[in-house]
């Protein structure tokens, strides 16, 4: 039986906003590694919820302490195929036992691609947002660190909304939709100028933890995709299953996002909400 009285964890959400989508995604996948067997819906359209099982109890503190204190390895050569990969795109690695262990890889931005003949580490498109100096771990701990003196200045045990907490920022993995701008209305990229840009430093660790399992329906030139709500606590298998469209329930909704470009740079636009009859082209 879904209702908030049932959850553990409830978190106000913004739908249209495709990387709070991709952070409510990154929260579930973190509390069912953190406390096996946890599952996670959409509730009356602006939460999410998370309910842990059994006796297996975790708290919104410990997920967001674990983001804070560990600190992820940059991969440089990848151990399946000794294949290098230039520090940009670098696969963040993660242990969350001390470092016995690596449970999580995050690497949704490669691909391996032959290219004359050889096979090499590139950039997968169009989740690459970033460009120029910028790495894939400098991002995460530039973000990291904003996060740490947010939960000093903030109760976010007791926040009506996690997610509207936004600091400008130099470097930005570039799903936080809210408040960033689009070169074309603005006539140049804030990135390039060297601007900072305001987002959740939240929303944007917690979406490309979601983006390593929760891979939503791009189109043909992948430039936008489609993504979707589920109302039936899940696992994160079932639950991306039915982000992706493969399972579909009677209260699921549809929402379809593009990749904006800015420049050199690229982030995620608004998302709006299709109904059943809408077509997928």
């Not at 940059?74 to 993660?94: D, Q, S």
């Not at 910028?134 to 200045?153: D, F």
Request: net charge negative.
């Amino acid at each position: 039986m879904t209702g908030k009285e049932n959850a553990d964890i409830q978190i106000s959400v913004d739908l249209t906003n495709p990387g709070q989508f991709f952070a409510c995604c990154g929260f579930l996948e973190l509390a069912d590694r953190l406390w096996p067997g946890a599952e996670g819906w959409f509730e009356r359209g602006d939460q999410f919820c998370i309910a842990f099982a059994g006796e297996s109890k975790g708290s919104l503190a410990e997920l967001l302490a674990i983001l804070v204190t560990t600190q992820p390895t940059a991969i440089m050569k990848l151990e399946c195929n000794g294949l290098e990969v230039a520090p940009i795109i670098a696969p963040l690695a993660f242990s969350l036992d001390g470092g016995a262990t690596t449970a999580l890889i995050l690497d949704a931005w490669t691909q391996i691609r032959m290219d004359r003949g050889v096979a090499k580490v590139i950039s997968s498109p169009p989740w690459n947002f970033w460009s120029g100096q910028q790495t894939s771990l400098s991002i995460w701990n530039g973000l990291r660190a904003e996060l740490a003196k947010q939960i000093l200045a903030v109760d976010f045990s007791t926040s009506a909304d996690l997610f509207s907490h936004r600091v400008f920022q130099g470097g930005r993995f570039g799903f936080d939709c809210g408040p960033a701008w689009n070169a074309l209305d603005v006539g140049f990229s804030p990135n390039e100028q060297g601007m900072e840009v305001e987002s959740s430093p939240l929303v944007e660790l917690l979406a490309v933890v979601g983006l390593q399992r929760f891979r939503p329906v791009m189109n043909n030139e992948r430039d936008g995709f489609d993504y979707f709500t589920w109302c039936r606590p899940s696992s994160p298998m079932v639950a991306a299953a039915t982000m992706a469209g493969a399972i579909r329930e009677t209260s699921t909704r549809r929402f379809r996002a593009s990749v904006v470009s800015r420049g050199q740079y690229a982030a995620l636009s608004k998302a709006f909400s299709l109904t059943a009859g809408d077509s997928d082209e």
